[in-house]
């Protein structure tokens, strides 16, 4: 699930290439890789929570794009997402696994999350008393689940959250679908 509720745009013009970046910058324009390192910038100077808000919301939104993947991997972005878990803003925890889910697609991204510890954090969002963090929290470990972490991520207490999600049809269907599709590809269905 991609962290932009709505698209209105054209699937051809979804995703960014080369072309279509250098267009829509302009001869004037700040490259791709600049502005997000200023987004980075930004927020490692600010002490305003608001502001920080803003910032992941924009990065994960950055993030839905395979264009943007090496200049997030080289900007270290995967891991402001991560560190974003840890923090008692709910907010961010939200924009970060948002960022998360958005990115680990990606083989590159998800070694890159798995390896920096990222798996038992995205756990701890399906708690979460925010919807869309559980949201994007399923999709990223539906995307991370793999031959070389499913016992971590598969363990009985992970499979018994999501089987609850999976039953919450009525409570709310977007927990119910990804959990089933969670269970189907991952656990051969729901007992």
Known sequence: PSFIAELTIPVAYMFTNSRRQEERTGKYGTPRVQYLQELVTQFQNSTSEESKERIVANLANFAYDPFNYTFLRQLNVLELFLDCLTEPNE?????????????????????????????????????????????????????????????????????????RYAAAGSVSVSFSNLARAFLDKHVSGPK
Do not use: H, M, W
């Not at 924009?95 to 510890?117: E, H, K, L, M, R």
């Open 91 to 163: 907010k961010l925890v939200e924009f970060g696994v948002g960022g998360i889910c958005n990115t680990c697609v990606d083989p590159a991204n998800a070694s890159i999350i798995t390896q920096c510890g990222g798996i038992p954090l995205i756990i701890q969002c399906l708690s979460s008393p925010v919807r869309n963090t559980v949201n994007y929290a399923l999709g990223a470990l539906y995307y991370l689940c793999n031959a070389d972490n499913k016992e971590e991520i598969l363990r009985p207490e992970v499979v018994d959250v999501v089987e």
